[in-house]
């Protein structure tokens, strides 16, 4: 799974979730994408879930890129804990995902096999998607 090789500091805080990408809302790299219609956290398992049914449904045809990663550490305290003691340990890693960013693109593959593999995907991730291609950017 994807996670940061090391960090300057091993917990943060939480964060806003509110606005639109300022960054990273075009297709840069393939022909097809999913591109986020809404905010929040994406999980590292939900991310490697969703690049393994896009490879799976295009037997590994065409290249896909990963637009986001999972930079965000969040921390859970064990269950049934007192108030106090501190804030828990790092539990898992999260991508923040805000409004038109764009999370997969593909490339190489004809449009109903990234039409299909894209929605495949989208149901592993917690957040709304869309499907966006090059010709629908440009107008």
């Known amino acids: 799974m994807l996670q940061p090789k090391r960090t300057k500091y091993r917990k943060q805080f939480r964060d806003r979730r509110k606005g639109m990408a300022k960054r990273g809302f075009t297709l840069s790299f393939g022909e097809f994408g999913l591109k986020a219609a809404g905010n929040g956290w994406v999980r590292a398992r939900e ?7 896009i490879s799976h449904y295009t037997k590994r045809g065409g290249k896909v890129w990963i637009r986001v990663f999972p930079h965000k550490p969040v921390t859970q305290k064990p269950l049934e804990v007192r108030m106090g003691g501190g ?20 490339g190489g593959v004809t449009i109903d096999i990234a039409k299909e593999a894209f929605r495949l995907a989208s149901h592993k991730l917690s957040i709304e998607t869309k499907f966006v291609s090059k010709e629908t950017t440009q107008l």
């Open 47 to 53: 991310l490697e879930s969703a690049r393994r049914a």
């Open 87 to 106: 804030k828990g340990d790092v539990d898992h890693y999260v991508a923040v995902v805000k409004r038109g960013k764009i999370l997969f693109e593909i």
